[in-house]
């Protein structure tokens, strides 16, 4: 895990360093002009030579005058001591006013996690729930919709299905209020107010989320327990007359939950990874939210890297609880350095 994230700083280090550098040269063109206002010279030899000089430290302080396979080594070091350094725009961190990269990020992170944690919980506790009785009725109405839904449902884009909502549910019904940039704070508002206006904020995303992934959760864990009802031993249990519900929940389930526990962390970090149009549609301040104002709006590579480090950090992550999960729910699966195949 280490090992792959580390090549993985490397090759951001690698393929930003010329957007970081141009940055730089503008920061540095920029604090160049203004000392050089402040000053009065004698002659413009003495300004050229001012100019050079102050030019030449400031490229040694950004370490501009060093090589770019030391300046990208410097930049990845950096970056996994998470020193993002400061955001170059007016971007600031909403809680605190910092432009502390780090500090932005973290004020952001939290919601995308929020929103996108709580669907995933909803929409795999259903997709379980569902695809267990498809299964168990294999070729029935049930079984069948949902084969139609999951397909249909997948297919369509989150943002798009998020806009149709958003049509109905705010401005034909006029159910929930318009998406709003403006969070909720518990410290003005109360705890029991603050709770309130999030869960109203969280209702619109939360269903959407839940429509356009619920539906291939629930097929993929149909498929997966159609297979293992035809394995010789639920027939078995089955035919000694060991009641459903256990053959079920006891034998069948078990079996089946690490590749649908694995499918559902990867579909969460997927849909974090991949939420940036979705919140921008919803107005939902996270990453997706940071980043796009990042690229769009103000061009700020240090907020660029800082995000897509922490969102490589969580795939990495993400992989390594997906592998323990399934050495845990399968003993059948050795985990560890030393495990032996064979014998």
Do not use: C
């Not at 090759?11 to 503008?26: D, P, V």
């Not at 705010?170 to 508002?189: C, D, H, K």
């Not at 249990?237 to 079920?248: F, S």
């Amino acid at each position: 895990m280490l090992i792959v994230l580390v090549i993985v700083v490397f090759i951001l280090s690698a393929a930003y360093s010329t957007m970081a550098e141009k940055e730089l040269q503008g920061i540095i063109d920029q604090k160049l002009r203004g000392e050089m206002q402040e000053k009065n010279f004698d002659s413009k030899e003495e300004m050229r030579e001012f100019r050079n000089r102050r030019r030449a430290e400031l490229r040694s302080r950004y370490n501009l005058d060093k090589p770019r396979y030391l300046r990208v080594f410097y930049s990845a070091t950096d970056i996994l001591m998470l020193d993002f350094g400061n955001a170059q725009s007016d971007m600031t961190a909403p809680s605190s006013g910092s432009s502390d990269v780090l500090d932005i990020i973290m004020d952001y992170l939290p919601n995308t996690i929020l929103l996108f944690t709580t669907a995933a919980v909803i929409y795999t506790s259903l997709g379980i729930a569902v695809g267990l009785k498809a299964a168990q009725r294999a070729g029935s109405k049930l079984d069948k919709f949902l084969s139609l839904f999951g397909m249909t449902a997948s297919s369509m884009p989150m943002w798009w299905v998020g806009m149709i909502a958003i049509l109905i549910f705010v401005f034909t019904l006029g159910w929930l209020p318009a998406p709003s940039p403006q969070f909720p704070s518990m410290e003005e508002l109360g705890f029991a107010t603050y709770l309130q206006e999030l869960l109203t904020k969280m209702t619109l995303p939360l269903i959407t989320i839940v429509f356009v992934l619920f539906g291939g959760r629930a097929w993929t864990t149909r498929n997966i327990v159609t297979g293992i009802l035809q394995d010789d031993y639920i027939m078995a249990a089955r035919a000694k007359g060991v009641p459903e519900r256990k053959v079920i929940y006891g034998h069948t389930l078990k079996t089946a939950a690490p590749p649908v526990i694995t499918s559902a962390i990867m579909a969460l970090l997927m849909s974090v990874g991949g939420a940036m149009i979705s919140e921008i549609v919803f107005a939902w301040p996270g990453m997706g939210m940071l980043l796009r104002r990042a690229i769009f709006t103000y061009s700020d590579v240090q907020v660029i890297l800082g995000i897509s480090f922490i969102t490589a950090f969580l795939y990495v992550f993400g992989y390594y609880i997906a592998d323990l999960i399934y050495g845990f729910l399968d003993p059948r699966v050795e985990v560890g350095a030393g495990s032996q195949v064979g014998g």
